[in-house]
């Protein structure tokens, strides 16, 4: 049996394909994670992994590239999920938009 991680936690999770998102974890059943208001994080400075990033966030905001949240996202094939602290939530929230 497949133990499922407790909702409504923010995290971040990593995929297999479609890369790092963080964001609501609104429900998981096996390998697909549902997050709602959810931020890609497609480039990230200042954390040397995902790990310390989950813990303190990223020490380069403005090197970043988090592009704008979305209200939901469909995740098939989640391969890590990390429970993201408080603080971190609040400097992943404050990183700019990345837009082109």
Same mark, same amino acid.
């Given at each position: 049996?497949?133990?499922? @991680?407790?909702?409504?936690?923010?995290?971040?999770?990593?995929?297999?394909?479609?890369?790092?998102?963080?964001?609501?974890? *609104?429900?998981? @059943?096996?390998?697909?994670?549902t997050?709602?208001?959810?931020?890609?994080? +497609?480039? +990230?400075?200042g954390?040397?992994?995902?790990?310390?990033?989950?813990?303190?966030?990223?020490?380069?905001?403005?090197?970043?590239?988090?592009?704008? *949240?979305?209200? @939901?996202?469909?995740?098939?094939?989640?391969?890590?999920?990390?429970?993201?602290?408080?603080?971190? #939530? #609040?400097?992943?929230? *404050?990183?700019?938009? +990345?837009?082109?």
């Amino acid at each position: 049996m497949t133990k499922q @991680k407790q909702t409504k936690q923010y995290v971040i999770v990593r995929t297999y394909s479609a890369g790092v998102f963080a964001g609501t974890l *609104e429900s998981q @059943k096996g390998k697909e994670v549902t997050l709602s208001n959810a931020r890609r994080l +497609w480039y +990230w400075s200042g954390a040397s992994s995902l790990s310390q990033l989950a813990m303190e966030g990223v020490k380069n905001p403005s090197d970043c590239k988090f592009p704008c *949240e979305v209200s @939901k996202v469909v995740l098939t094939e989640a391969i890590e999920i990390l429970d993201v602290t408080p603080e971190a #939530k #609040k400097n992943i929230a *404050e990183v700019p938009i +990345w837009k082109q």
